[in-house]
T-cell receptor, first 114, second 113 residues
Framework: EAGVAQSPRYKIIEKRQSVAFWCNPI?????LYWYQQILGQGPKLLIQ????????DSQLPKDRFSAERLKGVDSTLKIQPAKLEDSAVYLCASSSQQGALEQYFGPGTRLTVT | DQQVKQNSPSLSVQEGRISILNCDYT??????FLWYKKYPAEGPTFLIS???IKDKNEDGRFTVFLNKSAKHLSLHIVPSQPGDSAVYFCAASALNSNYQLIWGAGTKLIIKP
């Protein structure tokens, strides 16, 4: 079974630029998560999708971050404009259903904002 | 506020000995506790979980203990192997928050040969 795919793996941008990350979850997984992991901290949930609907986006900075999951499969996370404090690893995860204990993570995208 | 805390940033253990990783939490509403393991440049992978109604769960070399009165859980790895060197994250979830995972900051475990 193919795992969660993410691209790009690394991205360096200047502040005020925009960036987009892509995620392809495990086939058949209805629930998709985007996390932000700042160095030295645990992952923080940004947004959770159930199929193509948003379940929880309470910690998503909506003035600059947006995410979508068209057709309930792939998802993109966008930052516009980026700030220095957005430097982090952005992790995508999926699970077979909402509330499933085990989430499957992709390798992440390391973003550096200069 | 940090609801899940891992107070030891790193831990060094001799190969073959027991590794004990600790985690404290503040929210008594958590229903499940989980441990994830993370290698460099990879995403976290699920290791083991425990329900709040239990005090122990075992899976091979890995055992998780839960002390609800102390709001404390620990992960025991016996015997420790070189491949266990990784960052270990403690996470917790509650039904009343859609089982959103709340994560600790992680403990880096180094197994010495």
């Amino acid at each position: 079974e193919a795992g969660v795919a993410q691209s790009p793996r690394y991205k360096i941008i200047e502040k005020r630029q925009s960036v987009a990350f892509w995620c392809n979850p495990i086939s058949g997984h209805a629930t998709l998560y985007w996390y932000q992991q700042i160095l030295g901290q645990g992952p923080k949930l940004l947004i959770q999708f159930q199929n193509n609907g948003v379940v929880d986006d309470s910690q998503l900075p909506k003035d600059r971050f947006s995410a979508e999951r068209l057709k309930g499969v792939d998802s993109t996370l966008k930052i516009q404009p980026a700030k220095l404090e957005d430097s982090a690893v952005y992790l995508c995860a999926s699970s077979s259903q909402q509330g499933a204990l085990e989430q499957y993570f992709g390798p992440g995208t390391r973003l550096t904002v200069t | 506020d940090q609801q899940v805390k891992q107070n030891s940033p790193s831990l060094s253990v001799q190969e073959g000995r027991i590794s004990i990783l600790n985690c404290d939490y503040t929210n008594s509403m958590f229903d499940y506790f989980l441990w994830y393991k993370k290698y460099p440049a990879e995403g976290p992978t699920f290791l083991i979980s425990i329900s709040s109604i239990k005090d122990k769960n075992e899976d091979g070399r890995f055992t998780v203990f839960l002390n609800k009165s102390a709001k404390h859980l620990s992960l025991h790895i016996v015997p420790s192997q070189p491949g266990d060197s990784a960052v270990y994250f403690c996470a917790a979830s509650a039904l009343n928050s859609n089982y959103q995972l709340i994560w600790g900051a992680g403990t880096k475990l180094i197994i010495k040969p």
